[in-house]
């Protein structure tokens, strides 16, 4: 079955940096498009960046935009966010999901891993 | 890019049918029938259960049902269920490649 492991969240200082891993298992993970959706505690989701399938196409939002990178491993079926200047609020849990294709939706998520942003 | 706007809860007893709401713009729901709706239980990962407005994940209950009108989408359940009580995201593609979330509603069954 499908599954989506997060990896590389905990406690970090304001300011410093991020990456966070997922991997993937049982899909074709070099044929689909992936995204990190972030959900601060109590509060609702909020769309963080895509990556396409080959990587061609990279979209962020607006609050990481400019400080954080997504990229991918298809050799190693495994998704990766990068977050530079990390700030209070960007504490969340941040979900690997993978795009139902075609179809601009949000298909099967992880599990999610925790990152807290405070010094 | 702003939230999409949706009712922060709603409430129905065993049986009946309620319907959530999710307004945007033209530039996000009115713009494209890329229109997705999620279930989150308490704790868990969010799940897909309508995509482009109207279509059902195979395993998801006909008893949700989606639709459009404008720059406002709707989720329908019908025939409520005590397991029905979660919260419940839309969220749409825009015109600037990204994706937009509604800020929840949380349904409880009475």
């Known amino acids: 079955q499908m599954q989506l492991v997060e990896s590389g969240g905990g406690v970090v200082q304001p300011g410093k940096f991020l990456r966070l891993s997922c991997t993937a298992s049982?899909?074709?993970?070099?044929?689909?498009?992936m995204h990190w959706v972030r959900q601060a505690p109590g509060k609702g989701l909020e769309w963080v960046a895509f990556v396409s399938f080959d990587a061609s196409n990279k979209f962020y939002g607006a609050s990481v935009k400019g400080r954080s990178s997504i990229s991918r491993d298809n050799f190693k079926d495994t998704l990766y966010l990068e977050v530079n200047n990390l700030r209070v609020e960007d504490t969340a849990v941040y979900y690997c999901?993978?795009?139902?294709?075609?179809?601009?939706?949000?298909?099967?998520w992880g599990q999610g891993t925790l990152v807290t942003v405070s010094s | 890019q702003s939230a999409l706007t949706q009712p922060a809860s709603v409430s129905g007893s065993p049986g009946q049918s309620i319907t959530i709401s999710c307004t945007g713009t033209?530039?996000?729901?009115?713009?494209?029938?890329?229109v997705s709706w999620y279930q989150q239980h308490p704790g868990e990962a969010p799940k897909l259960m309508i995509y482009e407005v109207t279509n059902r994940p195979s395993g998801v209950s006909d008893r949700f049902s989606g639709s459009k009108s404008g720059n406002t989408a709707s989720l329908t359940i019908s025939g409520l269920q005590a397991e029905d009580e979660a919260d419940y995201y839309c969220s749409a593609y825009t015109i600037t490649y990204t994706w937009v979330f509604g800020g929840g509603t949380k349904v409880t069954v009475l």
């Open positions: 999901v993978k795009e139902r294709s075609r179809t601009w939706s949000f298909d099967f």
């Open positions: 049982g899909f074709i993970f070099s044929s689909v498009g």
């Open positions: 033209s530039s996000d729901v009115g713009g494209y029938n890329y």
